[in-house]
């Protein structure tokens, strides 16, 4: 059995500990920077080139797309698909994933919660925005943010108006979104493989901060979900088409909100809060699945 990873940087932890426990259940795996693939479409043909020689077939790949190659990125998903190879995740469940306002389309679509939320170019009238996402404090947050970075919370109608318009000048699209009061500072990071919610934590944000992510100084805490928000999080990965998924959720008054759902979640800080080997897990999926969706041999 032979798989790929898409990453740029094979010395990451993730990227480490993956090709680790592929090993562990005796699976070839190479990592392939996207960056370095030539894509050719040529008649009916389409192959993908690294270094002057077309890669072969793998069993599946295992896209670790960051957000400044998306784009590239996900033009070389899409060739691994196109060549019929299974891919964990698909390019356009990391494409909705990725864009905060598609995303929440999407999930409220299926009936799941969110915030309220508003995205607008006009900065004229914010006076009804402010309403839908019912007053101020409001969060705001570019739209392909990543690791808290682009998350804002303005407390006043004028730091709205000049962050916005600040935003627009720097071509950024920005949502505005109902502030959770009730749960500020804490959300549930449940990280899920398959069907399965295979760990989760909770992060709480350092002192006078708002946003729990540990790149921004949360800290971890093991929690054994309930049952609704371990629901709530595998329906949000399903319904947005992901296999491998990190859900953040946000405890409100209407039940367990959804923040966000990332597409390669990282797992180096839940690994080292839950003791729970996620790297496994996502590996036994894949040879699981690889397992599946091979033709059963001819006798
Ligand atoms: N609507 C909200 N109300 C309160 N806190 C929020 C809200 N949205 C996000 N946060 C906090 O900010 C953090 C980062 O937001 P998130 O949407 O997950 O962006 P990122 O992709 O940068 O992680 C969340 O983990 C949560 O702690
Ligand atoms: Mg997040």
Redesign the pocket.
Known sequence: MRIAILSRNPKLHSIRRLRYEAGQLNMECQVIDPLACQLVIRGKESKIVLKNRALPDFDAILPRIGASITDYGLCVVRHFEMRKIPTMNGSRAIAESRD?MRSLQVLTEAGLLV?ATVLTRNTQSLKTAVEAVQGLPA?L?ILR???????MLVHSPVSLGSVLDTLRTLDQDVII????VE?????YRAFVVGERVVAAMM?T?PQGE????IHRGGSAQVIQLSKKFEQTAVRAAKTLGLQIAGV?L?ESRDGPLI??V?SSPGFEGIEKATGINVARSIVQHMKTTIQKTRKPRKT
Do not use: C, H, L
Not at 210 to 213: E, I, K, L, P, Y
């Open positions: 905060k915030p969060v947050k943010g990543t690791q808290g970075v682009g998350v979104q109902q502030f959770i749960g500020a500072g804490r959300d992060r944000a708002f946003r729990s992510n953040d946000m923040i966000e990332n």
